[in-house]
């Protein structure tokens, strides 16, 4: 059901000329950029329901909150032993916005070591355009609002309704591709330094300009006290196995200094030069590294990638069975192509054709990962392809080449460092004697956060 959730997308594409596909920039169209960041802090909860009993003194509960934008669900740390909950000052989450009319929610349950956890209620859901204009400002870029909580159903809650509430605390970051002050420098010292290389990349792209949306005024209200603090900070991500990862839907909480300032945007497009036999199954495993503030790393992976057939324009109808006859005669028995155009009454040049089509195959992914980061300039990317776990090539992108693009959006080729096993795989299966070439195309985006004060969108 997640694939119907915002911000996917079913992207339908339509037959167009090879000149207007050309223009058409397919990933942003299925993968478009967040409208901003919303950090949000379950501050405080009052008239809970109390759903452990106590053999001295009053029942009460060990209550949580789980957070839940589009796909995005993010836990708060557990409070103990309260119906009046207050939660570790500076626990705050960031999640990515796609549109105002989102709706958040949010979910109060008390922890259970022993059997499952007992709901305690959940707030009305509402669009962020909803909550940002019911609430109240502290400073003009930081809100607080109070929600009752819907204690329908929940065991123990006569009584409540009308009583059980949260607070929220809310800020709303728009993105944008110019450097804080604070980074300026380090950026200067940066771009004196790099690489020769970054002028001698393939295939490059046109850079997409940004293009920010530019919504109303409202009235503010009076400020209630208790603004966001800095510390603690949950980041929204994936964990496969090992240190600094996340499975789907869950969320790490750990103290940190510092606070995410950007957002990473990765698009992965697709991959040359390998084998069809090759890319069935590939996937990309991208860690991050740096950048993280107290984490060392985080990884994510991809899902498995579509194989795309390329197009080839043979000089008479050729049927995609006598095709598969072409590449099974030469590469898996071993006939030369002279002779398996003899077999098959198709000219020689054509069999060559077939054979270069078959090793042309493009593996797609089609698919975006966003991550927050509490420092780009010293983050980098590591991007592994992976067949049934074998690693078949790796590839680097330092984000300081992201950085200093036009608008920080980079959209480039990068060229594969395979590994000796799977190269000598892939070059057995070369009908030409030359050397292993794999690519992978991307675009990278990076967006700083820009503090400001929340605006209803026109």
């Known amino acids: ?9 079913k992207l339908i594409q339509q037959k167009v000329s090879d000149e207007v596909e050309q223009t058409i920039d397919w990933g942003e169209i299925s993968h478009p950029m ?46 103990s032993q309260t119906c009046d909950p207050d939660w570790p000052a500076g626990e705050c989450y960031d999640l990515t916005v796609f549109s105002f009319r989102q709706l958040l929610k949010l979910e109060i349950f008390d922890h259970d070591m022993l059997s499952a956890d007992d709901f305690l209620g959940k707030t009305q859901p509402m669009s962020i355009a909803q909550l940002f204009t019911a609430a109240d400002t502290i400073d003009g870029r930081m809100y607080s609002i109070w929600l009752y909580l819907n204690v329908e159903g929940v065991e123990g809650g006569e009584g409540h309704a009308g009583k059980s509430r949260v607070e929220l605390q809310l800020q709303f970051f728009t993105l944008t591709s110019t450097f804080p002050p604070t980074e300026r420098e380090l950026v200067a010292n940066i771009e004196s330094a790099v690489d020769e290389v970054m002028t001698e990349r393939v295939g490059l ?8 949306k530019t919504p109303g005024p409202i009235t503010p209200i009076p400020p209630p006290p208790a603004p966001i603090q800095q510390g603690v900070c949950g980041v929204f991500t994936n964990r496969c196995s090992g240190e600094g990862n996340r499975e789907p839907g ?57 194989i795309t057939k390329p197009r080839v ?11 598969e006859v072409v590449c099974q005669l030469v590469l898996d028995e071993g006939y030369q192509p002279a002779e398996v155009a003899r077999l098959t009454e198709l000219d020689a040049a054509t069999v060559e054709q077939i054979l270069r089509a078959h090793f042309h195959f493009f593996g797609q992914w089609g698919q975006a990962i966003h991550e927050f980061l509490c420092s780009p300039v010293d983050a980098s990317v590591h991007f592994v ?11 680097e992108l330092p984000l300081q080449r992201v950085l200093l693009e036009d608008a920080m ?28 070439n794999v690519e992978m195309s991307l675009s990278a985006k990076c967006r700083y956060f820009r503090r400001r004060a929340y605006q209803v969108p026109n």
């Open 1 to 9: 059901s997640n694939q119907f959730v915002m911000p996917n997308r």
């Open 34 to 79: 967040p409208e901003g960041v919303l950090r949000v802090r379950l501050a405080r909860g009052r008239d809970l329901v109390a759903s452990d009993l106590a053999i001295f003194g009053d029942a009460t509960s060990d209550p949580y909150g789980k957070i839940m934008l589009g796909s995005q669900v993010l836990k708060t740390s557990t409070v």
């Open 205 to 212: 792209l046109p850079t997409l300009a940004s293009n920010p």
């Open 250 to 306: 869950e969320i790490r909480v750990s103290g940190r200094a510092e606070l995410p300032v950007a957002l990473l945007a990765i698009d992965l497009h697709g991959v040359r030069g390998l084998p069809i036999e090759e890319l069935r199954g590939l996937k990309v495993r991208m860690t991050i590294v740096g950048g993280l503030g107290d984490v060392k790393q985080t990884v994510r992976d991809s899902k498995k990638c579509q």
């Open 313 to 323: 324009r043979f000089t008479q109808p050729i049927a995609d069975s006598l095709q």
């Open 385 to 395: 392809l992976l067949k049934d776990k074998e690693e078949i090539g790796n590839a």
């Open 409 to 436: 959006t980079l959209r480039d080729i990068l060229s594969v460092s395979v590994k000796p096993a799977a190269a000598k795989r892939i070059q057995a299966k070369l009908t030409e004697d030359k050397a292993v």
